[in-house]
């Protein structure tokens, strides 16, 4: 059974109810993604070469580090704003840090530096987020984001769960998501260093793997 978040600090207030339970957290995920729900973290677990480091931004209650990760890297660091989800990471082992990435802090250096279904929280000015996460990785950045999401579903009830469901708390909400073409926008500065993309099982999500060293040799290439 998955311990209860509660037992951390309390959410911040305006924390949606979505991310105050893990266990909730987890339902609302399955019905969005449905029977892709268990492809969407092994999509995103495949990219990870074994026994590297790895820092993962906004992991949540940390579904991947505990179905796929806790075995297989080095270091896993998970860091993420809500103080229950850290305190559950590091409950299941796992080094984790409270951390507001709209802040100014550097982020921890780490071989692989993962985001999924997240990178819409710092919308407009994602590309901001990316640069960091550039900076901080030694192999890999891997981005994982929906681009058909559950605000964007025909059902009306799980539309509203998706516009109202995601608010870390504190910060201002967080209505606009991308959509495809949204996110091949974001990217294609990095088409240089793009290793793959690709859609998970049933289109949900978009996978970008990126190779922080090439994005940091064609940026010297551009250079006059
Ligand atoms: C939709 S959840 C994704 C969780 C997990 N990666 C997954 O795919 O299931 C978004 C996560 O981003 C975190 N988050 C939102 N804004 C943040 C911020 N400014 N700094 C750090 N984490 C943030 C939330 O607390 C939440 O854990």
């Known amino acids: 059974m998955a311990p209860a978040l509660d037992r951390g600090r309390p959410a911040p207030?305006?924390?949606?109810?979505?991310?105050r339970s893990a266990r909730g957290y987890e339902l609302v995920m399955r019905i969005l993604y449905g029977r892709h729900y268990g492809a969407r973290l092994r999509a995103v677990a495949d990219q990870v070469p074994p026994g590297r480091s790895v820092l993962e931004l906004c992991p949540g209650p940390g579904a991947l580090y505990e179905r796929h990760l806790h075995d297989r890297v080095s270091v896993y660091t998970g860091a993420d704003v809500n103080p229950g989800f850290v305190a559950r990471l590091r409950r299941l082992g796992a080094e984790a840090i409270e951390l507001d990435l709209t802040g100014p802090e550097p982020l921890p250096v780490?071989?692989?530096?993962i985001m999924?279904?997240?990178l819409y929280h710092f919308l407009p000015g994602a590309e901001i987020v990316l640069e960091r996460m550039l900076a901080a990785a030694r192999e890999r950045v891997i981005i994982a984001e929906p681009i058909r999401n559950l605000s964007s579903s025909r059902v009306p009830s799980l539309a509203a769960l998706g516009r109202r469901g995601t608010d870390p708390g504190g910060a201002a909400g967080h209505e606009q998501r991308f959509d495809e073409a949204a996110l091949d926008r974001l990217m294609a500065p990095y088409a240089a260093a793009t290793v793959t993309a690709f859609t998970i099982p049933g289109g949900r999500e978009k996978v970008f793997v990126l190779?922080?060293?090439r994005a940091r040799r064609s940026r010297t290439a551009d250079d006059p």
């Open 13 to 19: 207030a305006g924390t949606s109810l979505v991310y």
């Open 110 to 113: 780490a071989d692989v530096v």
């Open 116 to 118: 999924q279904a997240s």
């Open 211 to 213: 190779d922080p060293r």
